[in-house]
Every structure is written in structure tokens, then in C-alpha cells.
């Protein structure tokens, strides 16, 4: 076993040496593996669906035979803010079921609650380990969940005495989501790219540090880019479309009645200019019902705002509407059929949670070894 004070060193020296022919090997999977998590604080909205939700799916649909797919619901990641208990119970069963509605197969992808996984926390203190201070203290997304927690106008208004341990090192946590499963792609958004970063350190720390002698554990996960771009709070176009917004006017829900999406979308915030353009930064609101009609038709943007060009905001507003109404009523009807039957969601992440634990033991067995645990 090598003393822990060892290990420190030999992980601080790995970051502090430039890369050498030992340390350009890359662990080399002979399979994509894909992993990507998902927060059970509350049904997700149309940013969501259009963003990460129906990418999962397209990945799913294009897969190669030998691919492996994980969905998981983070709920451990979901603790790093206050939660009501029940209400964090039901979000759970709401989020299975919404996954299960838009088109995850558990048959083809494994579903699975990420807390039915111990293997997740335990790499996750042995990453924090091996995790500098510094690297933390760079990323911005806990600044900006702090902000949004507090209705803050901006990061710079946060009391950083309200940060917790387990919102700073969440990084860590999410870096453990993926390596447990050695993944080899992370389908997330743009928000997210600083995380992918963290992890593919931590797997090269992780790895210089502990396969000296051996081929290394983990490779280094690519970024794939979520190709629909931000949908942004339909009351505020200077933010994003967010589950915890105060207003609910802010935001579409997959759950959503079509007279409810209509009142959203004629109440959301556009402009007093003539016609309809394209720019993000002096029209943000009608950009931004431009962003949701491309996305939700599968449209090139050009042609959309050609469409519109002698065109108003009120017709703009309609055909938003139905596009949006038209996308969403496959699952919010599947989602109505599959909530109320506990026992298939039950069942579900029983058969997904074991799934995923049979794939991540094999990964911590060699973690535990190679660190000197077993």
C-alpha cells in the first residue's frame, strides 16, 4: 500500500510536469461508451427537451450495436441546494417517467437512478483526493446555481458564505459519474463544457499517477456538443429558460396544457420593433421564439427568419405555439399513460440501477487495487 502523503505527492508532480511519452497513452476503449445525467428538480422544460433530452434520444436511435448508453437521474447532484424530501421523491418519479415518455428505451440504454449506485460517491472521495483547490475555485456553474438559488441579478451579488462543500466540489462528483463507467463521450451543454475539462484532468491525473506499471484505467472523455442552442426564460431573454425560476410564466413544462403554452407564449417578452430579424443581442425575446421554432421544426434559422421577414410578432407568437404544442403532445401523453404506474417506474430503476452497478464494479475493483484499497 503507498502512504497517502506518497499518493499526494506523486498527484501534485503529475500535474506539474510536462507531458511525456508515458503520459500521451490514453486507456483505449474498444466501445463508445456514453454517459449523461439529468436533475430531478422538477419536469423538465421545452429548453430542456430541445436541448439534452431529445439529443439522448437521437443518440440512442444512431447507436451502434456495441455501444453503450447510460441515462441517469442525478440525484445526489440535486442535494448540493436545499430540497423539500417529498417533494425531491416525486421529482424522481417524475423524471423516470418523463425519460421514459420522450423515447429512452431501458431495453436499449441503461435508466437508472444515480443514488442507487454507491459506486458513484466512492470514486468521487477518491477523486477529491486527488483534486487541487485551485481547479475548483475556476469553475463558474456553482456560481451561477448559488445565483440562481438566491434570485441574485448576478454572480457577483453572491455571499459566499452560503457556498457549501458539496455545491464546490459537485464538479467532482459529476467527473465520478462519468469515469465510473470509464465513458468515453458526455452529451451536455455548452454550460457543462468546463466540467468534461475537470473530468478528462482528473482521469489523467488519476491515471499518470496510478498506472505507472500498467495500461492506463480511465480515457479521456470527449465533449459532445448539444446541437440545439440555449432557450432563454421567456420573461427574462437575458437568462436561460430555468425549472427554478419564480415565475412560471418564464418557463414551457413538458407537462404543459396546450391552452397553457399558448398563454406563455403570447405573454412572452419580445420588442416594439417592426418586423421580425434575428439578433441575439439588440432583439433577445423575438430571437429567442425565432431559436424555439427553428429547433422545435428542425429548421436552418436563415429560412426561418425569411419566412417572417413581412411577417409580425403576433403571427410569430401563433406558429410558436403550435410547433411547440405539436412537439410535446407525443410526451406529455405518454408521460400522463406511464406516472401513475409506480411499479413499472419501480421496476425500472431497479433493473437499470443493477445494470449500472454490474458496469461500474468492474471499474472501482481496479480503482480500489491500484490505490491501494484491496
Not at 156 to 164: A, G, H, P, Q, T
Request: proline fraction near 6%; glycine fraction near 4%.
Amino acid at each position: 500500500m503507498i502512504p497517502f502523503g506518497r499518493v499526494r505527492e506523486r498527484a501534485q508532480r503529475a500535474l506539474q510536469r510536462q507531458p511525456t511519452r508515458w503520459c500521451q497513452r490514453r486507456a483505449a476503449p474498444s466501445k463508445r461508451v456514453v454517459f449523461s445525467g439529468i436533475q430531478p428538480t422538477g419536469i423538465p422544460h421545452v429548453g430542456n427537451y430541445l436541448g439534452a433530452l431529445s439529443n439522448w434520444v437521437r443518440l440512442q436511435k444512431s447507436a451502434q450495436r456495441d455501444d453503450v448508453l447510460l441515462f441517469s437521474i442525478v440525484g445526489w447532484h440535486a442535494l448540493t441546494l436545499p430540497q423539500d424530501p417529498t417533494l425531491l421523491r416525486s421529482a424522481r418519479d417524475d423524471m423516470l417517467a418523463v425519460l421514459l415518455a420522450i423515447g429512452i428505451d431501458p431495453t436499449r440504454s441503461i435508466l437508472f437512478h444515480q443514488d442507487h449506485n454507491r459506486h458513484h460517491t466512492e470514486l468521487c472521495w477518491i477523486l477529491n483526493c486527488l483534486t487541487p483547490i485551485g481547479k475548483l475555485r475556476r469553475m463558474t456553474t456553482w456560481k451561477s446555481r448559488l445565483a440562481a438559488s438566491r434570485n441574485a441579478s448576478s454572480e457577483n451579488d453572491v455571499d459566499e458564505s452560503l457556498l457549501n462543500a458539496g455545491l464546490f466540489t459537485y464538479p467532482v462528483l459529476q467527473a465520478a459519474d462519468v469515469l465510473v463507467y470509464r465513458a468515453t463521450h458526455v452529451p451536455v451543454g455548452e454550460d457543462q463544457r468546463q466540467h468534461i475539462e475537470l473530468t478528462r484532468d482528473l482521469a489523467d491525473i488519476f491515471n499518470r499517477t496510478f498506472s505507472r506499471d500498467e495500461s492506463p484505467l480511465f480515457p479521456l472523455p470527449e465533449y459532445v456538443e448539444t446541437p440545439s442552442k440555449r432557450i432563454l426564460s421567456l420573461k427574462d431573454p437575458s437568462s436561460k429558460m430555468s425549472k427554478s425560476s419564480p415565475d412560471t410564466a418564464s418557463r414551457i413544462l413538458l407537462t404543459d396544457t396546450s391552452s397553457q403554452i399558448k398563454a406563455k407564449i403570447r405573454g412572452a417578452v419580445t420588442d416594439s420593433i417592426q418586423g421580425i430579424t434575428y439578433d441575439p443581442v439588440s432583439r433577445p425575446g423575438t430571437s429567442n421564439l425565432l431559436t424555439i421554432l427553428a429547433a422545435c421544426t428542425d429548421s436552418d434559422m436563415l429560412d426561418v427568419v425569411k419566412r417572417y421577414e413581412n411577417k409580425g410578432h403576433g403571427q410569430l407568437k401563433s406558429d410558436v405555439t403550435d410547433a411547440v404544442d405539436e412537439v410535446l403532445q407525443g410526451p406529455r401523453a405518454e408521460f400522463e399513460r406511464i406516472r401513475p404506474e409506480k411499479s413499472l417506474l419501480e421496476e425500472v430503476a431497479r433493473k437499470g440501477a443493477l445494470q449500472a452497478m454490474d458496469y461500474s464494479a468492474a471499474t472501482l475493483d481496479q480503482v480500489r487495487r491500484r490505490v491501494g484499497l484491496s
